[in-house]
């Protein structure tokens, strides 16, 4: 399941050094199978079509050859126009794609900008008033800055566009097509969808010049040695069952995942209470440490361990009987990529879920939908905590589509609304112009973006990753290259 991902490094890419040296810093080690497929082609400026979902590193994929390319022919963009337009559903997303394109791009002193619908178009028509490289945009409100003679479109020498499938969803496709008209055709352009249905097929077929034709298998079917179990619990019994389980059970060495760094930690604190020695890796931890305690688990020194989906990438360590979910990832294919790291090697696995409160349940139902089968619930929650919990997905084989879709003016989030958004963005700066160019602000993906499609093919060369939390340490404010 590594393996596609193990034989590139980000070195063999060519990428400009400081893009390289910001890669070291975010602590990408080995490019994703995406970004293995889509880097080396996008970089000499082909045309990409990829099929890739949320969480498989796609949009490192995009962004990476294409601050390398605008590094090889540094030109200063002319006022009200950018360089590079992304154009992506939602202004979640178009944050956080422009966090990535600041993060990738802290060393190059890039300027950028966001222009999404939902606040008002002033302080946006003056942070591209002076010219930017990258503007990550919603389609509608593109249009209205073009409309309003805010932006012109013909100096975009890269247009990227993201989660096509979506767009289509969300009624965006005829905004894309007008885009599209004020492009100059002499452009790179890089289109993903997580699901390639005819509508999008024939758009891309629209867009695109001789596209090179990228893909990350799709997970569906999980890996059926694995006996899974699925435990309702009380919130704040979680530890003591956790506890309890790995200490019962016959564990010769487990696997724990949260969904943060700090749901790690606390992890490990409360099964020290318990007397079960753990550790635990993610971001916060050193090399070191990772590798001290990746050794330890491996010689069995240590027999849990507790990991992020981000930090786990990478452990392969044979014998590992149980994979526990201490959060449910929300994410479904995320789940089939946690429950992969048992049963390695034809060992038979057991992966257990702690499933606690509604919005679980909800993930645990994508879930199901994603690998189509009903997992049994084993109830251990006090009487008093009973809900009444929704049955088990019943439809075997059933094909899960993007959820919660709103209008077209779903670019426009309500706060707190919970909707199909990945990460929502803290501190309601989805408004503001970014133009910051060093810290990025994440979250942990609150709602899978888009689901797999359900074709049966196993997990291999698919990595699924999270976004990990990162406060936003720097104040919003228009930074430019002096
Ligand atoms: P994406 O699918 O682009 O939203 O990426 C999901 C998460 O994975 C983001 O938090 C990225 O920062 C992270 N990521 C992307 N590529 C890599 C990589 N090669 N190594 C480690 N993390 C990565």
Redesign the pocket.
Known sequence: MESTHLLTSFQDFGLAEPISRALKE???????PI?TQTIPIAITGRDVVGIAQ???????AFALPILHRILENRIKPQPKTCRVLVLSPTRELSG?ILD?FNAYGRHIRLTSALAIGGVPMGRQVRSIMQGVEVLVATPGRLLDLVQSNGLKLGQVEFLVLDEADRMLDMGFINDIRKVVAKLPIKRQTLFFSATMPKDIAELAEAMLRDPARVAVTPVASTVERITQRIIQVDHSNKPTFLANLLKSETVERALVFTRTKHGADKVVKSLARAGITADAIHGNKSQNHRERVLAAFRTGEIRTLVATD?AA?GIDVDGISHVVNFDLPNIPETYVHRIGRTARAGAEGVAISLIAGAEEMGYLRDIEKLIRIALPREDHRTPGHREAAPPPAQHRGARSGPRGHTGRGSEVAAPGSKGPR?NRRPGGNGGAPQTNRHETS?QEPSRPAAQASGKAEGMQGVAF????SRPNTRPNRTQRPR
């Open positions: 975010e602590n990408y080690l080995t490019p994703t970004q949320t969480g498989t590193g796609k949009t490192a956080q990535s981000i990438r990945r994440r990753l999270h976004r990990e």
